[in-house]
């Protein structure tokens, strides 16, 4: 269940806190297979498991830009901020890959408010999203995203 704000502005007073967690999804050789067409990254530990189970991996994982897309998947999941008019996609900080996707796994995102600012018009909210597969300590994506909110007027 997503944590709710009734409006940008209390995203300021919520600094520090941690927002929650979104389901689990597996990631499908199907799904590698997609980014990688759209990508035309195909690179063989990517896509060709045959190959990439005698790799450094034992068989096949996701693309590190297909784990950090997938923050665009999970945040709404996990947080909602309503009486807006709009909210934008405003860019991103500290990308990081500690650990691989490998096929088959299933991973979900925890988000943290890091940082919310007013801007002209609306709120910027900096949320640090951790992607992990099930079960792993280590996170497979951290990333810190910027998003604009502007209310209704």
Same mark, same amino acid.
């Not at 389901?23 to 190959?51: K, M, S, Y």
């Not at 450094?56 to 784990?67: D, Q, R, S, W």
């Not at 990308?95 to 018009?121: H, M, T």
């Given at each position: 269940?997503?944590?709710?704000?009734? #409006?940008?502005?209390? =995203?300021?007073?919520?600094?520090?806190?941690? =927002?929650?967690?979104?389901?689990?999804?597996?990631?499908?050789?199907?799904?590698?297979?997609?980014?990688?067409?759209?990508?035309?990254?195909?690179?063989?530990?990517?896509?060709?498991?045959?190959?990439? @189970?005698?790799? %450094?991996?034992?068989? %096949?994982? @996701?693309?590190?830009?297909?784990?950090?897309?997938?923050?665009?998947?999970? =945040?709404?999941?996990?947080?909602?901020?309503?009486?807006? #008019?709009?909210?934008?996609?405003?860019?991103?900080?500290?990308?990081?890959? %500690?650990?691989?996707?490998?096929?088959? #796994? +299933?991973?979900?995102?925890?988000?943290? =408010?890091?940082?919310?600012?007013?801007?002209?018009?609306?709120?910027? @909210?900096?949320?640090?999203?951790?992607?992990?597969?099930?079960?792993?300590?280590?996170?497979?994506?951290?990333?810190?995203?910027? #998003?604009?909110?502007?209310? +209704?007027?």
């Amino acid at each position: 269940m997503a944590t709710v704000f009734e #409006s940008p502005r209390e =995203l300021l007073d919520n600094v520090g806190k941690h =927002l929650g967690y979104s389901d689990f999804l597996e990631i499908t050789q199907e799904r590698i297979n997609l980014f990688a067409d759209a990508t035309g990254d195909h690179q063989w530990i990517h896509v060709d498991p045959e190959r990439a @189970a005698s790799g %450094p991996f034992g068989k %096949p994982i @996701a693309h590190g830009y297909l784990t950090l897309s997938l923050a665009s998947y999970f =945040l709404p999941r996990i947080v909602e901020v309503r009486n807006i #008019s709009m909210g934008v996609n405003y860019g991103m900080d500290k990308v990081r890959f %500690p650990a691989p996707v490998p096929v088959g #796994s +299933k991973i979900r995102a925890g988000a943290e =408010l890091v940082k919310a600012e007013e801007v002209k018009g609306g709120v910027q @909210a900096t949320i640090r999203v951790s992607i992990t597969i099930e079960g792993a300590e280590r996170p497979s994506c951290v990333v810190d995203t910027i #998003s604009r909110y502007f209310p +209704k007027e």
